[in-house]
C-alpha cells in the first residue's frame, strides 16, 4: 500500500504564488497513492477562486473523502483532508487548539484496506515547539486515538518540527516509532531549497514499512511550498 502525506499550500504555489490546483493533482496522480493525506487545503476561499477543493480532489483522483475545516478565512475554511481508494469505516476529528492560538485539528479514520483495517491519523501542528507537545500529548491520548489503535496506525502530516524534538514523546505516549529518519533525509520544506524536516510519519506496532521518500519532482518543487511525503507499507 502507498500513502502520501502533502502541505499543499492551498494549490499555491511556494515561489510563484500562482493558484494552479492542477499542478497538485499531476503530483499525486504520478505517484498513484492508495491513500492521500492533506493539509491547507482549502473550501470557498478568494485566494484560491472560490474552489471546493475537497470536493474537486475528490473527483479528480475518485476517491472516499473527509474534510476537517480548521480556520475561516471569508465565507470559506481550510483545513485537513484525507483521501482514500479504499472505504472509510469511521471517520472522527479532533480539535488541538491550545488557548486563543491558531485553530489546528487532526483527523482520525479507519481505512477498509485489502489487508486489513488501518487506522490513519491526518494532522497540522502549531509553530511553538511547547504547543506541538501539548497538541501531541493531547491527540495520543486522546479516547478517539486509544479506539482507533486497536488497528495498526500511521500518523503523518505537516509537523512544523524544525528540531525533530517530537519522536521522544510519540514514542512513550503512543508507542510509535518514526519512519522519517534521519531528518537531514527528509528535508521537505521550503520545497525549491529544503533545509526543514517538517513532514513526517509515524507508525505503530503491525505495520512493515518498505520505503518511506520525498517526491523531488521538478512539478512538485513548484506545485507548494512543501515536498509530497510518500511511504509503502504493508501490514504485518
Known sequence: MRLLSWNIHKGIGGRDRLYRLGRVIDCIEAENPDIVCLQEVDRLVRRSRHDDQPR??????????????????????????????????????????????KPRGAQLVVVDSPEGPLHVVNTHLGLAERERHWQVGRLLGHALFRSGAAHPTVVVGDFNDWRDSLHPVAASAGDLRQVTSPPSAFRSFPAWLPIGSLD?????????????????TSLARVASDHLPLVVDFHLA
Open 200 to 216: 513526517k510519519a509515524f507508525v505503530s506496532a503491525g505495520i512493515e514499512v518498505r520505503q518511506a521518500r520525498l517526491s523531488r
Open 56 to 101: 474537486l480532489l475528490a473527483r479528480q483522483l475518485r476517491c472516499h473523502a473527509a474534510f476537517q475545516a480548521n480556520v475561516h478565512v471569508g465565507g470559506g475554511t481550510y483545513g485537513n483532508l484525507v483521501l482514500s481508494r479504499w472505504a472509510l469505516v469511521t471517520r472522527h476529528r479532533l480539535s488541538l487548539r491550545l488557548g486563543a492560538k
